[in-house]
């Protein structure tokens, strides 16, 4: 999943780029309103992570920008501003959840992951053939046996599986797995296909992964 952070406070920014990628998450960072409404517009985020109190054009102001122009990519309000009216005017502009600064990291992620779960196909457990992917606990199984995976090949086969039977291209996951500093002439993607291909189809008769040449990849059970 690609989360934008618009956050201006650098600390703070790295800590969340830090914490989301940690958990294989595709993160993009920018510290202002106008950055923010630029890249919304131009990159396919599944979430955005907003501060109000930003140089330029406030969060608020990005988010109704942004709800105007009909985007309805889930956005958590992330501020220091906590007063009952900040919340409603933040809820009412158009915002999925709010959350205060000092806050836990773990509550954070708990939250973006329940906005990347409303509406179908989202939901905790992913069934694939054999393969079971948990999302709530980041864990995958196939045929009753564990798979140990890292974070990037974990967001690599949950993007796959939520797409499954049908094809992805490198650009799909280049723009949902990786983050905008992706070199889209490196053969990264092709790298990982190998890794997840190694853990989820060499030990097993049937294979999940198949490549279609040219265009991409498609995670698939047999018929």
């Known amino acids: ?45 599944d979430a955005i992570v907003l501060d109000l109190t930003l140089p330029g054009l406030d969060g608020l102001e990005v988010l109704q920008e942004l709800r105007a122009e009909g985007s309805s990519i889930p956005v958590l309000i992330l501020t220091a501003r906590d007063s009952v009216n900040d919340r409603v005017h933040g809820l009412d502009a158009g915002a999925d959840d ?7 990291f773990a509550e954070l992620l708990a939250r973006i ?18 393969l079971v992917i948990d999302v709530a606990k980041r864990s995958a199984e196939r045929s009753g046996q564990n798979i140990d995976l890292t974070a990037k090949e974990f967001a690599l086969l949950e993007y796959m599986a939520r797409h499954a039977g049908e094809v992805v291209t490198r650009t799909m996951i280049s723009e ?4 905008i500093n992706f070199d889209t002439l490196s053969n990264v993607i092709d790298v990982y ?11 097993f008769n049937a294979k999940l992964i198949k490549t ?10 047999e018929s």
């Open 113 to 130: 992951r329940v906005l990347l779960r409303r509406g179908a196909p989202h939901t905790n457990e992913i069934v694939v053939g054999d």
């Open 193 to 203: 296909i190998r890794y997840l291909r190694r853990k989820i189809d060499d030990p």
């Open 1 to 45: 999943m690609r989360i934008l952070v618009v956050e201006d406070e650098a600390r703070v920014q790295s800590f969340l780029k830090r914490g989301l990628t940690e958990a294989g998450m595709a993160v993009d960072v920018v510290s202002d309103g106008e950055s923010a409404l630029q890249d919304a517009r131009s990159a396919p985020y």
């Open 98 to 104: 709010y959350l205060v600064k000092p806050f836990a």
């Open 176 to 179: 949902h797995v990786w983050d």
């Open 212 to 221: 279609r040449r040219g265009v991409g990849y498609v995670l698939q059970a």
